[in-house]
């Protein structure tokens, strides 16, 4: 499914119902980036960025976190990032949409705790995917030197999710960037991430 179409997920939730299929691993991994600066941007890309990355993830969770409930069993994973810890200027959109990703999930874990079900928020940092190109953020940023690889990224996700752990950071990087920007001004913390994706 193009999950930047509206009301997308429910098409996906209904596709189950319809064939008995009773969901109890929900991975929302699909997302999307892009770089420069707002006032510049493709509003579509904005649009459809909020579409992926907030909308259809809210969307499927609402619509299979109740069956889990009823069933004592399930477990949602959801991809957040590093851009989470901080306002990321050249790339506003898809900051705030990760941290409304770790927000939101990290809210939802506590209201289902004691019910069977989890929600785990993975942070990734630079991870080497298509995620550069799709972000139109070139081929040779700075940030993503020293890129993570996919499969060490998905397999902390996946051992986060069977430890029902809310929160995971992967790999040094993003263990220590969520050290510092807990102890550092957000003034301090959005001019770095602004240099950080200038360079
Ligand atoms: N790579 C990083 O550095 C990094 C760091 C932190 C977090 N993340 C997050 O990790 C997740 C996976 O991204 P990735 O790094 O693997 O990048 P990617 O290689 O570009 O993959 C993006 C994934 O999202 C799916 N997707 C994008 N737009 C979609 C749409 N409109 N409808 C349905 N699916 C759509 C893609 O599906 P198709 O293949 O079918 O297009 C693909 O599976 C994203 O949520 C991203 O924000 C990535």
Redesign the pocket.
Known sequence: ????VPD?ALKVFDFTQDHDLKIDVLIN?????DSGAFAQSDWKKQY?MV???IT?LMQLTHCFLPGMIERKNGKILN?????AFCAGPGMSI?YAS?AFVRSFSEAVAEEVKGTGVTVTAL????????????AAMGNDSRM?KK?AK?EDVAKAGLRAMRKKKVLCYQGGFTKLMSFLCRLAPRSVTRKYAKKTNEA
């Open positions: 499914m193009d999950l930047s997308a991994n699909a997302g999307f980036g459809e579409q992926v990355n259809a991809l957040s990032s590093v851009a898809y990760k942070c990734p940092g630079p991870t080497a995917t298509g995620f550069e190109a799709a993503f890129a996919a």
